[in-house]
């Protein structure tokens, strides 16, 4: 949801995640051979409320604080002085690494309160609540971060725009920490959060008053288009050797998703057993993905996205960064005029939305397995055309039945949890 700032480079390559993030004043960056790894506003939050915990406990003031992050090894974060108006309160800047965007340098401040009891007259209808063992955590946001006003996000509609892994993240370092016991409030402080917040496209989305605070890692990944493109030729031929079959995932929850579904019989039936070295992370890259698995010779394709994705990969585009495409709402409205010719009330509420997510809640789960099996045979086909395509989009010399193999697609469409909506093959 936050908008990026600086350019990206195409060149250097990816450097290794540090396990030590050094201090830094928010100046520029020094240049760098590699592209460096940050760390999100995700893991920001859990940062400063551990370190908040850790002082209160231990009596201490540590400089830096160790982290566990989202793929479950421990690193070190850097923490800043005190600020003045938030006395007591752990502070530390946001390091983007080489990916910056308008959140790369802002402050956030965190602190733990133990409190007598879930008092009533402290009640924010916004506050979160976390369980650490037997302990109650609720999460506060004093000034920055802001309020999710609409369903289809990755956090509670009307409460702190907190998205679920975040808070994950944070349960597991304050029971690392040894909290079991009794009722805390964490209040979270965001001083610039909602100036920065307009620089975002929040509000679009539905997050009003300050920023969104994401992560599912805790990591914030350098991203070079040729850098990242190598890492998926590398990858892809690392299946290769290990099979004909791949499985791309657009991201860290839908390989999950995808190894879980295979170890499942719909998938033995279909594609028997999946490599570990066969499932592929590719982001937005799509058609490069396909044709570079094309050519390596691999015969099945499973692509693994969610619902968003899905809808542009339905309205044909092989790269699906927010930059290059967008969500074809006028493409869904059309779909569920097609396949739900009775749900013509439901069109004016379906242009209104601003994203995939959000349009899925308006139907049940019978029309949304309608609408995404429409979408999935329109997805395939262009899957299709992509490999007769060369990178700048043009056809390519020949056509898929010259081309190295001819691939079989299928589709893996998942849903935020993690749970399986959709597993197509074409005209299946």
Same mark, same amino acid.
């Given at each position: 949801?936050? =908008?990026?700032?600086? =350019? ?18 928010? !100046? ?93 007259? %402290?009640?924010?209808?916004?506050? +979160? ?10 999460? *506060? ?17 009307? *409460?702190?725009?907190?998205? /679920?892994?975040?808070? !994950? ?7 690392? &920490? ?25 509000? #679009? ?30 990858? +892809? ?6 099979? /004909?079959?791949?499985? %791309? ?13 295979? &170890? ?13 070295? =066969? ?8 058609? &490069? ?8 010779? %691999? ?35 059309? #779909? ?25 809640? %308006?139907? !049940? ?7 995404? *099996? ?5 997805? +395939? ?12 989009? *043009? ?34």
């Amino acid at each position: 949801m936050n =908008s990026t700032n600086g =350019s990206k480079s195409r060149q250097r390559e990816l450097a290794p995640v540090p396990d030590q993030w050094p201090a830094w004043d928010g !100046s520029p960056l020094p240049p760098s051979s590699m592209l460096r790894w940050g760390y999100s506003t995700g893991a920001c939050l859990c940062a400063v409320l551990t370190a908040s915990y850790r002082r209160l406990v231990l009596n201490t003031k540590d400089t830096t604080v160790r982290l566990v992050f989202g793929d479950g090894k421990t690193r070190t974060l850097p923490l800043e002085k005190e600020l003045p108006e938030y006395p007591g309160f752990a502070v530390i800047r946001k390091n983007g690494g080489d990916d910056p965007d308008c959140t790369h340098g802002i402050l956030l401040a965190g602190r733990m309160r133990q409190l007598k009891s879930m008092s009533a007259d %402290l009640l924010d209808e916004r506050d +979160l609540e976390v369980k650490a063992g037997n302990a109650r955590i609720r999460i *506060h946001a004093i000034i920055g971060i802001g309020t999710a006003t609409r369903s289809g996000l990755d956090c509670e509609k009307g *409460h702190w725009a907190i998205n /679920k892994g975040v808070l !994950s993240m944070l349960k597991a370092n304050l029971e690392k &920490e040894g909290l079991k016991n009794g009722c805390w409030l964490a209040e979270v402080v965001i001083p610039d959060g909602e100036k920065t917040a307009k620089k975002t496209l929040n509000h #679009t989305l539905g997050v009003e008053g300050g920023l969104s605070i994401l992560g599912t890692t805790g990591l914030v990944r350098p991203f070079s288009n040729e850098a990242y493109l190598a890492t998926i030729r590398v990858c +892809l031929r690392a299946a290769s050797k290990a099979g /004909k079959k791949a499985v %791309l995932c657009t991201g860290h929850r839908t390989l999950c998703s995808a190894q879980k579904w295979a &170890e499942t019989a719909v998938c033995r039936n279909n594609f028997g057993i999946i490599p570990d070295d =066969s499932f592929v992370t590719i982001a937005d890259f799509l058609g &490069e993905s396909l044709r570079c698995a094309q050519s390596l010779n %691999l015969t099945s394709l499973v692509i693994a996205c969610m619902p968003g994705k899905l809808l542009k990969y339905a309205a044909g585009f092989a790269n699906t960064h927010a930059a290059q495409s967008s969500q074809d709402m006028a493409l869904l409205a059309r #779909t569920i005029t097609k396949v739900l010719p009775y749900k013509a009330e439901l069109l004016p509420h379906i242009y209104a939305c601003t994203s995939m997510r959000q349009a899925c809640d %308006l139907l !049940s789960g019978e029309e949304l397995d309608a609408v995404l *099996h429409s979408l999935a045979q329109k997805a +395939l086909a262009h899957f299709e055309q992509h490999c007769m395509k060369d990178p700048g989009g *043009h056809m390519a010399a020949g056509d898929i039945q010259t081309a190295a193999v001819a691939v079989h697609f299928a589709l893996l469409v998942t849903d935020f949890s993690g749970n399986i909506l959709l597993f197509a093959q074409k005209n299946g």
